[in-house]
């Protein structure tokens, strides 16, 4: 039986996953440690913030890593050789630059290092291949850009890691929809479909993915859009299962 959601008739719900990220460094701290093991799952919740170095970087990762592996997927066809190892020798390129291993020996423990971070993957890596760490439909990740942006734009994944004031929020359309700092929860606003979005498109050519800002239209996607003079944001929310094929 369809299940009627916000302005959609669906069979299942879809996780609202929103990456929020500065376009220039803002709040940068000088130390930042690795911690153990804090939960790495995000799929559809009724709300989560994701802003702890930790946690920010296990989310690209999975992403990543998932992605790579897919055998249709545009963006490894323009980037064939791109491996999860190469990610990674990026993070730890990015850790040299700027943290300095710390002179105080319970702070070496944790330390953002090449050592730790070997480590911190190789555990990442068992929790993802006995499945408990995952990013639920990441296809999304492929046609919104936030993919291909983490692995070609060196400057974009050190903002997104290490500027504090940029974060991940995870969360359910059978939730409260999108959750942004700022701007709050996207259902706690009304708003409405874009008819002219629906007029750009005859009914057998429905894009595949399309940014939410261009399909709804109300207060709190005008927020969404003034939002991005100061932040690049990608939405992730299985729009791939809201249009038609092509």
Sequence with gaps: MLQVRNLLFETNSSSTHAIVVTKEMQNNTEYKELHSYEGY???RCESKLVDSLCNKLAYTYIVVEDLIGWKDNE?????????????????IEISKEYFENPKEEWMKRNAFNEDNLKS?????????????????????????????????????????????????????????????????????????????????YDDNKWPRWADPT???????????KELRKDYDIYFKGNWNNNFKEN
């Design 41 to 43: 799952c995000f799929g």
């Design 75 to 91: 963006v490894m066809e323009r980037h064939p050789d791109y491996t999860k190892e190469d990610f990674i020798n990026t993070v």
């Design 120 to 200: 911190f993957f190789n555990e990442l890596n068992a929790l993802i291949k006995n499945y408990d760490a995952y990013v639920d439909h990441v296809e999304d990740f492929i046609d919104n850009g936030f993919f291909e942006r983490v692995i070609t734009d060196k400057e974009f994944l050190k903002r997104l890691l290490f500027d504090e004031d940029s974060y991940i929020t995870v969360g359910g359309d059978e939730y409260r929809g999108y959750n942004l700092k700022k701007v709050g929860f996207e259902d706690d606003y009304e708003y409405n479909y874009n008819k002219e979005f629906e007029r750009k």
């Design 214 to 224: 261009e399909m709804y239209i109300g207060e709190f996607w005008d927020k969404v």
